[in-house]
Structure formats: structure tokens, C-alpha cells
């Protein structure tokens, strides 16, 4: 944080705020002594991306707002809803705006641009694939259980620290310079997903296997596991999209907005290891 004085004294405005990123939010900007408003279905302020009677509520009073969108910027609800809440917010007073975004989806940068041009002073955080993922996420069953298994081929993906997430974040809601930026991140390596659950093998000193299956058997797989259609539709065209080889590349944005070298998806995995996750 570049200003540890920054005057706000109205709230700063979490949403997701039991999330990978949004609880990294909240914990630094507590630890900082600056006032927090955790919003979510199920925090204390109740925000829901479904239930727009909820938005005015949450925005009521509040600062500086750190958006995360669900189910994921690539939802066919996402553009219109982004624009109906950076209305709300402005009507609200809100006074800047932190999106967390991903990177080479068109519709993600449908989002990006609603959020900046909305009259709110913005920052877009454009991310890789969350480290936290497999340890905070959809994958931990498959590392815990031995074998990981995805439509995924040998891409690199650049895997990135939701501490460096959360530190970025922190840093464009509390310090100077940082309206109308896009910053994109990735974690320091690209990693295929075998190389990833190879590295925490190897730090658990076990072996995980990876298997790559097509998309055709992993959306049957989906589906006989009762996840819903329009849901498996979403996670097939997410995965198609973000790991077709356009986010194989490694970006400074971590350096950036930061001035340090973004943290090593071994470090996440000794960390989550330490944890007991897996
Ligand atoms: N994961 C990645 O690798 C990645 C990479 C780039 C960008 N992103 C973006 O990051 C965002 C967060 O995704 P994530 O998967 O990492 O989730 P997450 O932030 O770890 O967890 C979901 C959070 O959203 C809340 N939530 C769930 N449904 C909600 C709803 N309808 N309304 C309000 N809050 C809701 C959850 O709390 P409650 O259950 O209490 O509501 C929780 O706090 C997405 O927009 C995604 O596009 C993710």
C-alpha cells in the first residue's frame, strides 16, 4: 500500500468477500486498520449478482468497491449486469472502482470496458489462473484423490498467486495512480497443468497423476456428477477460451503495480502444502 494514511473513512466495499481473492481483500485492508464491508450471499452485508434488490443495500455508505463477478466474466448475464451495478454505484456515491477480470475473453473485456467508462474512477485487474485453484478450488479433489483429470493439453499457463492478486487489489483501492489501468498479471512461469500437479507431487512426495481427456468426455463427466448444463457449458467454453495457447505469455503487471516480482507457484504449493490441504 503506497499511502498508509489514505483519509477514507467510509467502507470499502468487498465483494466475494469469502472468496480466493476477496478474503485476501479483506484480511490485509483489517490488518491495515481501514474499515471493511464483506459482502456476499453469505457474509454479513448480503450481495447477490442474482438479486439485484441487494446491490443498493450493500453499495449504501461505501467508498472504494472491489468487484469480483460470478459465476465468471464469461457468463452470458455478465455484461449486463456490470453495467446496471456501475450505475447503482455511482448513484450510491461510490468513489473508485477495483474489477477483477481474466485475461483473452471477449467477454471479460466487454466487462473491462463498462467498468472504466462507467464515470467511476476504475482499475481492472486482468488475471491469469489462480495458483488457488488447486488448492482453493475445483481441482483440489483431484490432487487430493491422486489424479487430476481435465480437457487440457500440454499449454503453459502462467499460474498466479491470489496473494499477488489481493496485494494488487489492495494497492489500486487504497494508493494513487491507478484509474483507467489495466494491469495484466500472471504468476513468474508458465506451467502445463502435468507440470503444475508434478511440482505438488513433488511437495507432498507423492506421486499425482495428470490425464488430459477430451472436451466431449469431461463435459459427460460434468454432467453425470449433477452440475448443471448452462453451468458445464460455461466451465467447457472457459477452459476452451483461456487455455487455447492466447495466455500462453508471461506479463509484467505484478511489477507494475507492485514494484516486486510476482510469487512462484511452488512457493503456493509449499504454503498450501503446510496447510494441510491436500
Ligand atoms: N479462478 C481463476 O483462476 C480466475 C482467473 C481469472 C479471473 N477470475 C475471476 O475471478 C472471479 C472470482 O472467481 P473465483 O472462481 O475465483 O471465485 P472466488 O472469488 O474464490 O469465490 C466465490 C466468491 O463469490 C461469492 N459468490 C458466489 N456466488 C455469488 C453471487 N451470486 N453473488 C455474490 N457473490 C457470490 C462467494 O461467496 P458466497 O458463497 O458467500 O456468495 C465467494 O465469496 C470471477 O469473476 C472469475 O471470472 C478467476
Known sequence: MTNTTFPQQRPFLVIGATGKTGGRVVDRLERSGLPVRRASRTSTTIFDWTDRSTWKPALDGAGAVYVTYQPDLIAPTSTADLTAFVAAAEEAGVDRLVLLSGRGEPEALACEQIVLTGGIPATVLRCSWFAQNFSEAFLVDGIRGGELV???????EPFLDADDIADAAVEALTGTGHTG????????????????TAEIGEVLGRDIAFVTVPADDYRAALLAEGVGE????????LLRTSLDGRNEFLTDGVREILGREPNDFSDVAKRAALQGVW
Open 150 to 156: 481435465l480437457p487440457v493439453g500440454s499449454v503453459g
Open 181 to 196: 489501468r489495466v494491469y495484466e498479471l500472471t504468476g513468474p512461469r508458465l506451467l502445463s497443468f502435468a507440470d503444475a
Open 230 to 237: 448452462e453451468f458445464t457449458e460455461m466451465v467447457m467454453t
